[in-house]
């Protein structure tokens, strides 16, 4: 017998804007133009997010999400 595995169907990346941005313990907590919530699992003010700003949110491997910026790529969480 062979088993069917299906692949689920996610976004591989998406573009968006930064419409509010927070600095709390070392991490940043931000939302997107498209109602979504995010917070970056790296610490430390490299990523340097600021209102306004176009970001690309990349799926990465085993369900991790990747923030792709002028300053480099950050490992980030979904919160809402």
């Known amino acids: 017998?062979?088993?069917v595995v299906k692949k689920e169907e996610k976004e591989?990346?998406?573009f968006a804007s930064i419409v509010k941005v927070e600095y709390r313990n070392y991490r940043?907590?931000?939302?997107?133009d498209n109602g979504q919530k995010w917070s970056t699992s790296d610490t430390g003010k490299?990523?340097?997010l600021k209102t306004?700003?176009?970001v690309e949110v990349v799926s990465g491997a085993l369900a991790s999400s990747y923030l792709?910026?002028?300053?480099?790529k950050f490992r980030l969480r979904r919160v809402r």
């Not at 792709?68 to 480099?72: A, F, M, T």
């Open 12 to 14: 591989e990346s998406f």
């Open 28 to 32: 940043y907590f931000f939302s997107l």
């Open 1 to 3: 017998k062979k088993q």
């Open 52 to 54: 306004e700003q176009k």
């Open 68 to 72: 792709i910026n002028s300053k480099g």
């Open 46 to 48: 490299r990523a340097k």
